[in-house]
């Protein structure tokens, strides 16, 4: 298998030769890095998103979308699946690297994270790769600039001609499709969060519905939030058991019941104030080899109307 940057960069070179199919604006910065906007100063798109949820995952995943009801209104879902949730989901998708350059301020998710390799996940997994490109999916609502390239330079040992950044704002159409794409990261990351070996999880498929775009980012983070807490479902296939599967789902979260842009202003948007729970997937099937299926949770289709203004 290629590195995950190597994969991400062939997906990244397919949404520049079809930028003007995609509305995506590509910007070559003073060091021959490119920035790619996925939806900052463009509105961002449903095709665009999926193909930067597949860029997140370094092409290890399948994304297609669906059409579903919540609250009686047909919505677009985005549904992904894998059999490699260990390297798509916790190495490449998750969003793990606080970008903070003077006054710019973002989330890194994509592959690039695993050059670095600092962050706990890829200790469990023992992943860490060594690549000529760095991707970094950028969720922001300004685009970067050279400093911000020349800082993943640096951190990555990758030089900033191999550096792409797909941007996008929480605000956009891609905003809601890549945070749709993410119900089967989430139920991963709180298995190993809970201390279940993220290498024996062998497949992971989820599906969550497209949060209508606000007009401001605070709240389309609760929108997308809300659409993976209470309208997402996810299946793993996994070859061992466990005794915390019920802590999987965000039912689990005392904060379970209400739309969550009230719970995060309560905090101050303070998400470190959050429990974990509250951030997992809304329907949770497990599949043991040889053993037992368990389902938990369960989707809350009136918390998500009201979200969504349904």
């Known amino acids: ?55 997140q995952t370094a092409g290890l995943a399948t994304v297609q979308s669906t059409m579903a009801t919540v609250g009686g209104a047909p919505l677009n879902h985005v549904e992904l699946s894998t059999d490699h949730p260990a390297l798509a989901l916790l190495c490449s998708q998750k969003g793990g690297w606080e970008l903070a ?17 600092e ?37 990555t040992g990758v030089p900033e001609t191999g550096v792409f950044l797909p941007s996008f704002a929480t605000a956009s159409v891609t905003g809601s499709v890549v945070a749709a794409a993410r119900a089967a990261e989430l139920a991963v990351f709180r298995l190993a969060e809970l201390g279940f070996d993220p290498v024996s999880v062998l ?7 497209v949060a209508p775009v606000a007009d401001d980012e605070a709240t389309a983070m ?9 309208g997402s479902e996810v299946h793993l296939t996994v070859d061992e058991s466990f005794d915390r599967f019920d802590e999987v789902p965000s039912v689990a979260a005392r904060e379970y019941g209400e739309p969550l842009e009230g719970v ?4 101050d948007w303070d998400f470190a104030e959050l429990p974990v729970e509250l951030f997992g997937p809304a329907a949770v099937t497990i599949d043991v080899v040889g053993g037992d299926t368990h389902v938990v949770g369960e989707t809350s289709e009136d918390v998500l109307a009201e979200s969504f203004g349904l």
């Open 264 to 267: 995060f202003e309560d905090v």
């Open 101 to 117: 350059v003077d006054d710019f301020q973002a989330l890194g998710s994509g592959p690039a994270r695993a050059l670095v390799a």
């Open 203 to 209: 497949s992971a498929s989820g599906r969550a519905p």
């Open 1 to 55: 298998m290629d590195s995950l940057n190597r994969m991400a960069t062939e997906l990244v070179d397919e949404a520049i030769d079809f930028a003007d199919e995609l509305t995506i604006d590509v910007h070559a910065l003073e060091g021959d890095a490119a920035v790619l906007d996925f939806g900052v100063e463009v509105p961002g798109a449903v095709e665009a998103g999926m193909l930067l949820a597949e860029i």
């Open 119 to 155: 962050e706990e996940a890829f200790q469990r997994i023992g992943y860490r790769e060594d690549a000529d490109f760095a991707v970094l999916a950028v969720e922001t609502d300004e685009l970067p600039d050279e400093d911000v390239a020349s800082q993943v330079a640096e951190r």
């Open 222 to 230: 609760a929108r997308t939030t809300d659409a993976l807490a209470y």
